[in-house]
């Protein structure tokens, strides 16, 4: 009787030290996996810090950039064009509040009328604005914005001309994009006709109406 009193209490104990130890093991598996997962959160705290603290930099730098220009213009008694590196010829306009600096180039420049081809004779001027672009304002994104007068489509393949104006800034974004700026940083954006810049009742309102405006982020 004693000798099976003696094995039963050696097999509670052999199963209690099982379990003991299975115990222990699950729990230290647990408290590892607990210890990844709060340095990968850890991780991904540090990481947003980071990317917020390069765009308040970003910001900044663009802001900065804007004031630059601008100084240079009142102190230097430079125009816009001059001041942005874009040269005298092109009309270049800066909004502080937007920071953007903005070239705009008219559609006789670029296209011949109802079409979203670009000129060969296009290639010099677009040249050179990609040369500036990719030297001053490297790491800034693009809109390249097409507009219309309000004239209605009558010959032309085009719906109407918002889809006139998206199609002839394709054109130009396809433009920059094969000659050097990351497709990443530029689109493409149609306003058709719903930003005249002059009146559309006269020839020469509606001609300053149709064109294509490479807009620069600068923050």
């Known amino acids: 009787m004693q000798i099976a009193n003696k094995k039963t209490i050696a097999l509670i104990a052999a199963l209690i030290s099982i379990c003991f130890f299975t115990g222990c093991t699950n729990w230290e598996k647990k408290y590892k996996a607990l210890n990844v997962e709060h340095e990968n959160l850890k991780g991904l705290l540090d990481r947003e810090k980071s990317e917020k603290g390069q765009l308040a930099e970003q910001v900044t730098k663009g802001q900065q950039t804007i004031e630059e220009l601008q100084k240079k213009i009142a102190e230097r008694k430079l125009s816009a064009a001059e001041a942005s590196g874009f040269g005298p010829g092109n009309e270049v306009a800066f909004d502080a509040s937007a920071g953007t600096v903005t070239v705009t180039l008219p559609n006789t420049i670029l296209f011949d009328s109802g079409k979203a081809t670009l000129k060969k004779t296009s290639s010099t001027e ?54 050097g700026i990351p ?24 001609a300053r109406n149709r064109r294509v405006e490479i807009v620069v982020h600068m923050k």
Do not use: C, F
């Open 126 to 179: 677009l040249n050179h604005i990609i040369s500036v672009l990719r030297s001053q304002y490297a790491s800034r994104h693009i809109d390249v914005v097409g507009h219309t007068d309000s004239q209605p489509i009558k010959k032309s393949k085009w719906q109407d001309n918002m889809q006139l104006s998206t199609e002839r800034a394709l054109s130009v974004v396809r433009y920059l994009t094969e000659h």
């Open 183 to 206: 497709k990443d940083r530029v689109r493409a954006v149609g306003r058709g006709e719903s930003q005249p810049v002059a009146s559309n009742a006269t020839p020469s309102g509606r």
